[in-house]
């Protein structure tokens, strides 16, 4: 229920028209808004993720922000090269890119320290939904039908009302995004082994001994060649 009335009052303000340009209060809810990058821009899903089974090469976007007006999606592009494009497809499963924004210290609770925006690429099932590629990059915490927190964040609260929001003026400024490994692909990940740090001080050493054994002998042949020359001298 709750979960229906919240979806309701987002589309209800989706449809009040245009906000204006100068930052206003207003009231709100703090909740993660769930998103699908379409066209280049984020779209507010029209369905929950449970009920969402996103396509292979198609991004979703998770924004945690106090909601108001307009929706407030991730501050990040949903750029499914830049996450997913040196992962390896795989055949019988699908590539899902995923975009989560744990938004700024106003849009969390008292003290919060959001992360920057961050991207994953869930390699999973086809049939997987919006809410198992979600679950698939860390823990979720689900309340009465409310995906209320996401890895952590927050660590409580879940669709709480915030009175007199003060939204930023002209939407939220973008943000680049921080890619993460990939979760759930079956492919070795590059590594560089840590063994060779380059020629080290040992190694150019050991580098120079056979001039060194080489040096050593001429000059012990040049000095016994002396000593016999003034013994012969003395004879």
């Given at each position: ?161 915030v009175k007199d929001i003060k939204l930023p003026d ?10 993460k490994d990939p979760v759930g692909s079956s492919a ?48």
């Open positions: 229920m709750i979960k229906r009335l919240l979806l309701s009052l987002v589309a209800g303000l989706l449809l009040a028209g245009t906000a204006t340009t100068q930052a206003h209060a207003e009231d709100g809810f703090r909740f993660w808004g769930y998103y699908q990058w379409s066209s280049s821009q984020w779209t507010f899903a029209q369905k929950g993720p449970d009920a969402v089974v996103p396509a292979d090469g198609s991004v979703e976007g998770w924004r945690y922000a106090v909601g108001g007006v307009k929706p407030r999606p991730p501050r990040a592009k949903g750029d499914f090269e830049a996450i997913c494009g040196d992962v390896p497809a795989e055949t019988g499963k699908k590539r899902v890119a995923i975009v989560v924004d744990q938004g700024t210290p106003d849009d969390g609770p008292a003290g919060a320290q959001p992360a920057e925006p961050y991207g994953t690429c869930v390699v999973t099932q086809p049939e997987s939904t919006g809410a198992q590629v979600l679950a698939a990059i860390g823990p979720t915490r689900v309340e009465k039908g409310l995906t209320c927190g996401i890895n952590g964040y927050p660590a409580t609260g879940c669709g709480g009302a002209g939407g939220d400024p973008s943000k680049l995004l921080v890619i070795p990940k590059p590594q560089v082994s840590g063994d060779y740090q380059g020629p080290t001080k040992v190694e150019e050493d050991t580098n120079w001994t056979p001039y060194v054994v080489v040096v050593v002998i001429i000059a012990g042949l040049i000095a016994g060649g002396v000593l016999l020359v003034r013994r012969r001298s003395r004879a």
